[in-house]
């Protein structure tokens, strides 16, 4: 059975509040779970120490019968200690999108006119 620990949504409309359970993964996201984890309420501040509780025992116990967490909640472990740091590469975060390259070969291109009026007198 391969068993993932992930978050549960829970909350009302517009005012979400996550469960971090250990579940089946085969099982739907706010369905059945095996085990309550924790809990993550993102409408508190980041500083918060409220906004991100987990049952460190528990998730240790969890990792070591093969547990997969989400990447949500791996960041959340990375940064209560419980799980080694990942280096995450998105190559494409640096990329810029097709209107921004539109309009910097726009601005490009008005740009230059100038210089090549000059240039040419």
């Known amino acids: 059975m391969a068993m993932k620990i992930r978050l549960a949504r829970g909350g009302s409309k517009k005012r979400p509040h996550y469960a971090v359970v250990a579940a089946d993964a085969?099982?739907?996201?706010?369905?059945?779970?095996?085990?309550?984890?924790?809990?993550y309420n993102?409408?508190?501040?980041?500083?918060?120490?409220?906004r991100?509780?987990?049952?460190?025992?528990?998730?240790?116990?969890?990792?070591g019968q093969g547990a997969q967490p989400t990447d949500r909640v791996a960041r959340f472990l990375e940064a209560a200690g419980l799980v080694a740091k990942t280096?995450?590469?998105?190559?494409?975060?640096?990329?810029?999108?097709?209107a921004s390259?539109?309009?910097?070969?726009?601005k490009a291109a008005r740009d230059a006119a100038p210089a090549e009026e000059a240039a040419a007198e």
């Open 101 to 106: 390259t539109e309009r910097a070969a726009k």
């Open 87 to 98: 280096e995450r590469n998105n190559p494409k975060k640096a990329v810029p999108g097709k």
């Open 26 to 39: 085969r099982m739907p996201r706010d369905g059945r779970f095996i085990e309550k984890l924790g809990t």
């Open 42 to 50: 993102p409408l508190l501040a980041k500083d918060n120490e409220a």
């Open 52 to 63: 991100v509780q987990l049952n460190a025992e528990r998730i240790q116990y969890w990792l």
